[in-house]
């Protein structure tokens, strides 16, 4: 603490509790400003002595000003619009941080904050009965440790939400690893906070949250994952492609006409096959997609599971369409070819590990 400071003329007088209070009023303005203020003070002392935090001179003060980027309030609004609940968890004193919040839209101007803003310190000293009480209420808290931010994660999970915390500070490994999802930024970010996180912004632009939602929830809308489609063009290019051009040429060809040079590729009968089945798997699957879960009793998981599993085995089953295209027994000669009967195992067999584990 201060017990002097200097005058204009350069004297040094003690602080009594008037000045003091007129100082503090200052910083306080300072922070309404949305203002971080840093206080100068001195003290002569031996460079052996350590310094203690009493009897010092007070210097001034000085203000810094970190404007929020102005499309920061567009991005709090379009995730509000889509059902996010943005929650800013700083450092700051709560009448910067309220400040702050004002401008990203946060809170609203004329909003009590009394319920939707608190200190770290008051959120550690609530009971766990009052935490969950009014973790849904809160949305901005000021003056917060990691522990605070580690604290409110397993809060908002335990009330059931889906969180994902975005940081650009330190100290805040843990926080991105009790969250669902976390967000760090790759220019201000620590090398410890992207290992820890699951999402890294190139721009450490909050408006980038916007973009990750819109991918986010496209891909909800999705049957299949990337790597879903990663494995069935595994399945079909790979073991599809090893299956086929195995199958060993029979006599019966030797009865069939040749074909003349202006004959297309693709014939009548392949048309047929082609556009048959695909209209079978198209309706199959668009059935499973958006009935499966109602005709089965099961959640949406499983149905994707089973949409997966079923788009799968159709190609599987296809592949014994394809080796005899013209003839109605497509089983004709099928336990000669032993290798052909393997692969489509093996397939089978890839996709239940898949699948299962």
């Known amino acids: 603490m201060c017990s002097n400071y200097y005058t204009k ?69 379009a995730c509000r619009d889509t059902g996010v609940n943005v929650k800013m968890i700083t450092g700051d004193n709560i009448f910067t941080a309220k400040v702050i919040a004002i401008e990203s839209g946060i809170v609203k101007p004329n909003e ?38 580690f604290l409110m994660i397993k809060c908002l999970k335990r009330k059931g939400h889906v969180v994902a915390v975005i940081r650009d500070g330190t100290n805040n490994a843990p926080a991105l690893k009790e969250a669902d999802i976390g967000v760090s930024m790759e220019i201000h970010g620590t090398k410890l906070e992207k290992e820890s996180s699951d999402i890294v912004m190139l721009d450490d632009n909050f408006t980038s949250v916007v973009t990750i939602l819109k991918w986010a929830i496209s891909s909800g809308e999705v049957p299949l994952t990337a790597i879903q489609l990663l494995w069935v063009n595994l399945i079909m290019d790979t073991l599809g492609a090893l299956a086929l051009p195995i199958e060993q040429p029979t006599n019966d060809l030797m009865t069939k006409q040749p074909v003349g040079r202006t004959e297309p590729l693709i ?76 692969i489509i195992g093996m397939t089978v067999v890839l996709q239940m590990v898949m699948v299962e584990f």
């Not at 200190?119 to 000021?142: Q, W």
């Not at 668009?286 to 959640?299: A, H, Q, R, V, Y």
Request: charged residues 25%.
């Open 267 to 342: 014939t009548k009968i392949i048309w047929r096959n082609l556009i048959a089945q695909a209209s079978y798997q198209i309706n199959v699957l668009l059935i499973l997609e958006f009935k499966g879960s109602t005709i089965f009793s099961i959640n949406n998981n499983i149905k994707d599971t089973l949409v997966f599993n079923s788009f799968i085995l159709c190609q599987v089953f296809n592949e014994f369409n394809a080796r005899k295209m013209e003839e109605k027994n497509i089983f004709k000669g099928i336990v000669k070819n032993k290798l052909f009967l393997g």
């Open 112 to 149: 009590d904050s009394s319920s939707a803003m608190v200190e770290g310190v008051a959120f550690r000293n609530y009971s766990d009965e009052e935490r969950m009480e009014k973790i849904n209420t809160i949305r901005v808290m000021a003056r917060s440790s990691p522990f605070d931010k």
């Open 9 to 77: 003329n350069g004297n040094t007088i003690p602080m009594n509790d008037k000045e003091r209070t007129q100082f503090e009023l200052i910083i306080k303005d300072m922070a309404t400003k949305s203002l971080r203020c840093i206080t100068l003070v001195a003290e002569s002392v031996e460079v052996s002595r350590k310094i203690e935090e009493t009897g010092l001179t007070f210097l001034g003060l000085v203000s810094l000003k970190d404007p929020t980027r102005p499309s920061v309030g567009a991005a709090v609004q």
